[in-house]
Each structure stands twice: as C-alpha cells, then as structure tokens.
C-alpha cells in the first residue's frame, strides 16, 4: 500500500547560534561518514565526510564528530546563518560501494 | 561542466503506464546511484551501479529495473507504474575512494 510520511525532526536555531545535528547508524563497516545538506526543490549537496580512522574533522564553519562505540555521528555548524536553513543528512557507506542515508533533520534558522 | 542531468523533471504516469528516466553524468565517475524521496522522508536506494554493466540492488529495488550501458548512462526503468511509486528520483554518481557524490535535480513523478 502507500507509505506514509513522516514529520522529519526539526532544530530551529537562531541566527548567530551554533547548531549540532546528530545521527545514529547502524553499519559498522562503513569507511565513511559523510553530511549532506538539501535545500528545497534541489538535490543533496555534499558539506564534509569523516573516515573511519577519525574522530574529528573541521571545516569552514563546520566540524563533524565521529563517535563509533555509540554508532554517533553529528555536524556542528558553527554561527548559523539563514542560508543554513535546509535539511541535513547524514550517509555511511564503503569506500567504493552503497551510499545509505540517514531519515535528515530540518533545520530552521530565525532570525 | 554540467555534472549529473536528469530527465525529465516532472513527469505524470497513470497506473500500469511505463518509463524510464535518464542520468547522465560527464565527470567520469565510476559509481552511479538511483535514490527515491518520498515527502518528509529520507533517500532511499533503489539500484546501484558501481561501473559499467554492473548493477546490484539497494533497499527498494522492487518495482524498478536498471541499465548501465556505458560509463555516463544509468537508466532507471517503470515496468508498471504503481501509486505508490510516486516520489522524487535523485540519481548521483561518486568517484571510487571518494567520499563526495553528486546529485542531479531529481525527477517528480506522479503516478495516478
């Protein structure tokens, strides 16, 4: 029959505020760890990816933390600006093979 | 450089209808993904392609069949299209060893 959709969680911060959007997953093999932002009627567009080998990686405004005894991933995003608004996905996958995503997280940013 | 170019982007079928959208992508990337949207949702795998005339299934692949005819190409066909197929359809494809894929613009279809 037809799927229902669901309400994606939703994070409303405030312009200038930090943001931190987390993500649990469930593949131990994964090589990568990788946030993607969507905003509305485009595809994903990758924003930073973490190897397995790591536990930390910045970028501009952005850090991603990998906590792999809890399965945890989350993305800092620091002095959220209103081009941040979008929804967040993480995706885990190999190095060559499946891209598998996370259900995403809407963040809005008011001003 | 345009990247991944899906076609078409809107696209309305009545039940039992048959397509198949197009991907083309011109950064000569291995790997190649069919991903379906629904509202308020995730992206969910349909096929996966990770080189020429190679294809494996992802998490919905029911429904659905694929092509990877050369390295650009990855086709996604609707034998008999079903309501509950309506959805957006991203294709994206990802160099090996790399951690970046890159999306198209999606496709909307609507199955009545």
């Known amino acids: 029959g037809e799927s229902v959709g669901l309400h994606l969680p939703t994070l409303s911060v405030q312009e200038g505020d930090n943001s931190i959007i987390n993500c649990a997953y469930s593949?131990?093999?994964?090589?990568?760890f990788i946030w993607y932002k969507q905003e509305s009627g485009k595809g994903p567009q990758f924003i930073i990816d973490i190897r397995s080998n790591m536990d930390k990686r910045q970028g501009q405004r952005v850090t991603v933390l990998l906590n792999k005894t809890v399965k945890h991933l989350s993305l800092q995003i620091a002095a959220t600006q209103p081009g941040d608004s979008a929804v967040y996905f993480c995706?885990?996958?190999?190095?060559?093979?499946?891209?598998?995503f996370g259900a995403g997280t809407q963040v809005v940013v008011t001003p | 450089n345009a990247g991944v170019t899906q076609t078409p982007k809107f696209q309305v079928l009545k039940t039992g209808q048959s397509m198949t959208l197009q991907c083309a992508q011109d950064?000569?990337?291995?790997?190649m993904y069919w991903y379906r949207q629904d509202p308020g949702m995730g992206l969910r795998l349909i096929y996966y392609s990770a080189s020429e005339g190679t294809t494996d299934k992802g998490e919905v692949p029911n429904g659905y069949n694929v092509s990877r005819l050369n390295k650009r190409e990855f086709s996604l066909r609707l034998e008999s299209a079903a309501p509950s197929q309506t959805s957006v359809y991203f294709c994206?494809?990802?160099?090996?060893?790399?951690?970046?894929?890159?999306f198209g613009q999606g496709t909307r279809l609507t199955v009545v």
């Open positions: 995706a885990t996958g190999p190095s060559w093979g499946k891209l598998q």
């Open positions: 593949n131990s093999a994964s090589d990568y």
């Open positions: 994206a494809s990802r160099e090996t060893g790399s951690a970046e894929a890159f």
């Open positions: 950064m000569n990337h291995n790997s």
